[in-house]
Every structure is written in C-alpha cells, then in structure tokens.
C-alpha cells in the first residue's frame, strides 16, 4: 500500500508552521539560527539521560505523597516542601519557585509518585529540587536532551519532534552513494537520524555520546567526503583558468640575484622552483606557502613580484594591517632597485589626493608593486596588467575578499602566505583545492629563543632581567591582551601598565602602542624603535604581525596563558630576528586554567611552529585554530579534525578512487553525489577560481 504523503509539507518550512510552536517561540528559535523544519532535524541532541538510577548525580524516587509546608531560605524565598514516603524511609521533593496550581494542584494525599532530578539531602533526608513526575512506564527509557532557546519545556520539544518525525521524514533524501553506505555498513539517512533522536538502549545511547556509532559516524564521513571533493573540484577547476606564461630564463634570475644580499636556504630554493615552476605554465597558479616566524616567506614573495615585474606585469602585495602593509613596503624599497621599479602604498590612512594620484598611477601602468591592504580590493581600483596577487596572512582574508581581484575582470597567479604553520591535518581539510610548499628551515645564524614561565608575583625578577638588556643597548616587547583596563574581565591592560612601566624605568624610553592610534603615530613609534631613542614598546596583540625591529632581544607577554599557543609563537617570532640570544617571558596570573599550564610549558619546550601548531589544534579545536571560520566553506556540525583523522584518510582514498571510476559521477550509484555537492556548497564551487 503506498503510502500517503502530504505533498505541501517541505523541510523549508518555517518552524512557525509546526504545532506548539507560537509567534514569540518562533522568534525565539529563529534567532538561536533554528529557522526552519530541516534545521530541527539536524539539530542533534547534545547528551542522552536513562531515567533510572544509575546515571550518576540524577536518579528516581518513589514514593506516596502525604504533606507539604514552606520554609524560608536564607534570602527569605519560601520554598516549599512535599514530603513523600517509601517502605524505608521518606524524602521531599522542594521547590524554590512555585505558582498556586503547581505541583500542588497535581498531588494527592496517599498516591504514588516517581519523581526524578538531581538526588540531594535535607535534614538528613533525601530530596530532590524541582523534580520532574515521570510516568512508571518510563522508568529505564532513554530520553534526548537537546539545547534548547530560553527556557522552552523539554516535553514541548518531545511534541515537535514526535510531529517532524509523523510529517517530514520521508523528505530527507540520502546523501551518500550506496556503495559507499554498503562498504562501511553505514545506516541509510532516515534511519541515521531517528537513531541519534530516540536511540533505543542505553548501550546505543552511550555509543552515540561518544561519536562512535555507525549512525553518527556516517554524518562525519559525510562532511568530510563532500568537503574534501568540493576542494579537489576547485582543484582541478583552477587548471581549466587560463593563466600566464610568464618567461623565466637564466638571464633574468641572474639579474634578480642582484637584489639578494645572503644566500638563500635550501628549503627556500626548492619553495622557489615549485613557485617558478607554477608561474611558466600557462595555467593559474594557486600556491599557498606556509613557513615559520622567521623562515624567509617574504623574501620568497619579492622574488616571485619581481618576475612578474621584469616580464611588464603589475604585482599587488595585499596584507591585513596597515602596519605589515608598511613593513613590507619598506622592505621591498630596500630589496629592488627603485630607479627601475615602482612601488606605492595603498591602505586606508593614505589621503584622498594620494589615493587619487596612485589610482591613477595603477590603471595607467605607472607603478610596478602596489602594495596596501584590502584598500587595493575596492571596486574603484583598476589595474592596468595585474601579474600577480601576493596575499599575506591568507587567512584573516575570506574568499569572498580574494574574489573581488577576479571579479575586476583578472586571472593573476596567486601565492598566498601563512606565518601560522598548518598541522597536515588542516591543510587537508582546508587547503585541499592549493598546492602547498612549506619552508621548513630557517636562516643561518639564529640563535633559539630561551622561553621563561613567571608568576605576576615575580614582575621585579622580570623586569631586573629587562634591563641588562636595555644595559646592552637592546630593545623590549611588553604585551597586554587588553588596550584598557575592563571590569569584565580580569585582565592587565596596555596603558595602566604603561604608567608602571614608566615609573619603573625611564619613561622618556618608553612607548605605548595599540590599535586604536593613528597609523602616522604608529608608524612613529615603529622608527623611534628601530632606530631612535625607544627602549622599551607597551602594546596589545597588534604588534603580532608587521613589527621587525633586529634589535628587540626580550618579549614580556602578560596574562600569557589568556593567548592560543599560535598566537603566542607568532608574538615570539617577533624577537630573535639577528644573532642576539634573546628571551621570551610569559607571566601568568592567578586564575590559569589547566589548560593554559599546558601551553606556556609547550612554549618553553618547543620552538617548531609546526610542533606548536598541532598542540594548539589538539587544545583548542579547528573551530578556533584561525581564529574565524574560513569564509566559503561548508560549516561542520560533526567533524572534529583532531579526532577524526581516520576517517579523513579514508574519505581522501575513497573520492581517489571514484573520481579514476566515474568522473562525471553519472552511474545510478553516484548520481546523488552531483545532487548533494550542490546543495552542500551553495554555490561555493562557484569560486572556483579563488585560491
């Protein structure tokens, strides 16, 4: 019998439309991102209870009701109290807040009663606050918790549920090919998702908790297998975009090795001919170079401008502060001949007249190197030949924002550039659709950087070794999370602790930095470091990326266990640039969590980014590991990369295998592969050509 399905039901339909759910609800669920039916079907419980009494602090008492009073607590609330009774002993059930109906208009003298909460003592008598009155029957069944908007009954939900379930289900279409469903013996989707709502046994319930049943195991697979084929797509999409064929011959290396003053490392000329070799084909290179605080990146980035430029390209090195914008302009005035090559800055703080002279100048062609911040993506600026496009920092920059070079009507190649090492996992995840070169050595000459642990209480030993170094002519770092001081949070601050500074040492020496300044300020600041009479900068994390000051020997990092372990070994990376020995000083204050123990010991034990940047993963999770999500790409509602490893290799040797099989994925079996890639990626595949 087939059966009849209501064909005006859909999974987009707004939550409002379901029963129970009133106007002020709706709102409430809309703004907890609960919009529509679909979104409450994957809306997964966050734990399972079994109601009984052998689920740790919560269990079941039973027992026959005979009375109830009221106490005063200490704030003067009444509670009251209903006394129950058993074949050994009594026990109450109590309620702190309570209304004239309820529970009291639901009790009967001499009736049985199950009441289950959380199990805890009164006078020497069990007792159990606001309990929940369970029928007998549902005694030893598993019940779903989910996280729910405001204060929204639990048994309200349960009816929903039972409603989408009566209604919808039959609209959830499957999402994997069936080999795929056979070879691991995964669940079909309808089925998946009815188990991880109503599991049916505590040992399924326990096993879903823990993400290792084949129902919840499936979704990771899921996620993993659409997101990885949606990058190697982009991959091979980036080959099919027309690029150009720029002429590398000895003659024109020889004469760029002008500009090099040191001998490059071996790990920056095997980077250099992956990169060269990329820039002779006459397809788009979509290259992402990673290296640690110090390696030589951006010497790599020059060479690969200056290719450009010398075959009449225009090159635009973009970076997500005005103060490494500044770095690198500098730099790069000093490291190409001037007379021959062009370079502006543009970035928000350049005047409107210059703006104005140097759109000119790029549209034109006069300039060689334009070199700025997400200034240079603004729809007014037109390049006349752009080359290449030079990103730094790559992933404080969505997308969406990369996209914006292509949408100007250019194909430029693109080398994007991380100083935060990316453990493989990462790169797989995110990065599958770039090509990678890793830096994986540093410069002769440098000596490590000796990291100390200090309590707060221990700022006089700290700022005793400060000045030995102020002694040897050397420069200092101190580092604040906080610009002001916060009633929030207990949290030192950049310029309470400047006035302390300076009344410890010589204020004259000291200077305070923070991103609220202007950039003119900034960038005085800066100079007056390198080179003039500053000893000692006060600063919050702005300083992180764009600071290169050769002589900065020592950085003090406040409320240091506060900071992720990559941004603390970015902050480090901002010292040790010469021969100096030089010292990193974490401080950390009373309140340290253990985990924030664990990363100051990590950064006194290693000083490999890459090494740091996999304890930080494990600590922190791929959901903070940048800081924000990458723009563009699917959202994981159940993978967790550090745990899931597994299965990432399994789903990259899987899609290996499918696409040598069946490309087009037009077999029966893989026909929903196109449907849900689509779906998966809501149009993300349309950036195909965004590195």
């Excluded at 009441?115 to 029957?137: Q, R």
């Excluded at 830096?439 to 221990?458: H, V």
Aim: net charge positive; glycine share 6%; proline share 3%.
């Amino acid at each position: 019998m087939q059966k009849n399905i209501n064909h005006s039901k859909n999974l987009s339909d707004d939550v409002m439309t379901l029963p129970f759910l009133g106007e002020k609800s709706s709102e409430l669920f809309h703004k907890n991102l609960l919009k529509t039916v679909e979104d409450l079907i994957w809306h997964f419980p966050e734990r399972y209870e079994i109601l009984n009494n052998s689920s740790g602090q919560k269990g079941i008492l039973e027992g026959t009701y005979c009375l109830s009073h009221y106490k005063k607590n200490r704030n003067g609330k009444n509670i009251l109290q209903c006394l129950f009774e058993n074949k050994d002993s009594v026990f109450y059930g109590c309620w702190i807040h309570f209304n004239s109906k309820y529970p009291l208009s639901t009790l009967f003298k001499g009736k049985k009663y199950y009441l289950y909460g959380t199990i805890s003592s009164f006078n020497g008598a069990k007792s159990i606050y606001h309990p929940e009155f369970i029928d007998k029957d549902k005694i030893d069944t598993i019940r779903s918790v989910y996280s729910l908007p405001g204060s929204f009954k639990r048994k309200t939900y349960s009816n929903i549920l039972d409603v989408i379930f009566r209604d919808y289900i039959e609209y959830v279409d499957e999402t994997l090919p069936s080999n795929i469903l056979k070879k691991y013996n995964f669940p079909e989707i309808k089925s998946a998702v009815k188990t991880i709502h109503n599991p049916k046994d505590q040992n399924e319930a326990m096993e879903l908790e823990a993400k290792k049943h084949p129902a919840y195991i499936r979704f990771i697979y899921e996620e993993l297998f659409y997101l990885q084929l949606g990058l190697l797509i982009k991959k091979e999409s980036y080959k099919k975009v027309k690029g150009i064929q720029f002429k590398i011959n000895n003659d024109l290396l020889e004469d760029i090795k002008k500009n090099i003053s040191f001998k490059l490392t071996a790990a920056q000329k095997i980077v250099l001919v992956d990169i060269f070799n990329d820039m002779k084909k006459n397809v788009q290179m979509n290259r992402l170079l990673q290296g640690d605080v110090g390696s030589g990146k951006t010497i790599i980035a020059f060479i690969s401008g200056l290719i450009a430029v010398k075959n009449n390209y225009q090159v635009a090195l973009i970076a997500p502060t005005e103060v490494l914008a500044e770095q690198h302009y500098e730099n790069l005035q000093a490291f190409v001949n001037t007379s021959e090559c062009e370079i502006d800055l543009l970035t928000g703080s350049t005047s409107q007249k210059d703006k104005a002279l140097i759109k000119l100048r790029t549209s034109e062609g006069k300039n060689h190197f334009i070199v700025g911040t997400h200034a240079i993506l603004q729809e007014n600026v037109v390049f006349r030949k752009l080359g290449m496009a030079i990103i730094d920092e790559q992933h404080r920059f969505g997308v969406m924002q990369r996209k914006a070079l292509f949408d100007k009507g250019y194909s430029p190649d693109i080398l994007l550039i991380t100083a935060t090492p990316i453990p493989r996992t990462l790169s797989l995840t995110f990065y599958g659709d770039l090509d990678i070169s890793i830096i994986d050595e540093m410069p002769p000459g440098r000596k490590k950087i000796i990291t100390f642990i200090y309590s707060e209480k221990k700022i006089n030993e700290v700022f005793e070794i400060v000045q030995k170094e102020i002694d040897k002519d050397n420069k200092i770092y101190f580092i604040y999370p906080l610009i002001d001081e916060s009633d929030k949070v207990e949290l030192k601050s950049a310029k309470k602790n400047y006035e302390l500074i300076c009344k410890h040492f010589n204020k004259d020496i000291v200077g305070l930095l923070h991103g609220k300044l202007p950039s003119k300020e900034k960038k005085h600041l800066i100079d007056r470091l390198k080179n003039g009479d500053l000893k000692i900068l006060v600063s919050t994390t702005v300083i992180e990326v764009g600071i290169d000051v050769a002589s900065a020997s020592v950085i003090v990092i406040e409320n240091a266990e506060r900071f992720g372990l990559s941004q603390l070994h970015q902050l480090r990376g901002r010292i040790g640039r010469s021969g100096k020995q030089s010292y990193c000083i974490l401080i950390y204050s009373k309140n340290i969590s253990d985990d924030g123990r664990k990363r100051l010991e990590a950064m006194k034990k290693f000083s490999d980014g890459f090494k740091i940047s996999e304890i930080d993963l494990n600590l922190r999770g791929p959901g903070d590991f940048f800081g924000t999500r990458q723009s563009g790409l699917p959202e994981f509602r159940f993978t967790n990369i550090v745990k899931d490893r597994k299965i990432l290799n399994q789903v990259r040797d899987d899609i290996s295998q499918l696409l040598n099989e069946d490309e087009k994925f037009s077999s029966p079996c893989n026909k929903v592969i196109n449907k849900t890639l689509k779906n998966k990626w809501k149009g993300g595949l349309e950036l195909s050509n965004v590195g």
